[in-house]
């Protein structure tokens, strides 16, 4: 469980941290050629890069929780054993319920 938290944890990081330095780095002028540009296309084409930034690392943390093996994630015996008799001890009741509810409505 703290491996799929930490995962989480630096992939929220990084969909902060990215955008924010694209667009850092596109106000300041760090990018070669982003001084020539208008500022409606610094702009456009700075959000534009930061949604693309944010939508990349979503994909890979998507690709990360599908590589997971899914084996390891059993359920509890005695939760299982609990719910199948619970389920069990409910279904002759509302049946029967039911039956009888249908039964005043007529």
């Keep these: 469980m703290a491996k799929v938290i930490e995962k ?8 902060w941290a990215i955008p924010i330095a694209i667009l850092y780095a596109f106000n300041n ?8 540009m208008s500022p409606y ?3 456009l084409i700075s959000g534009f ?6 939508n990349i690392v979503i994909a890979f ?11 390891k ?11 199948e008799a619970s389920v069990k001890h409910l279904v002759p009741d ?3 319920e039911s039956s009888s509810a249908s039964k005043k409505d007529e």
């Design 8 to 15: 989480f944890f630096i992939a929220s990081i990084f969909m």
């Design 29 to 36: 002028n760090l990018f070669p050629g982003a001084s020539d």
């Design 41 to 43: 296309s610094l702009t």
């Design 49 to 54: 890069l930061a949604v693309i930034s944010v």
């Design 61 to 71: 943390y998507i690709y990360l929780a599908m590589k997971e093996p899914s084996d």
């Design 73 to 83: 994630h059993e359920p509890d015996p005695k939760f299982v054993s609990e719910a």
């Design 94 to 96: 509302q049946t029967h």
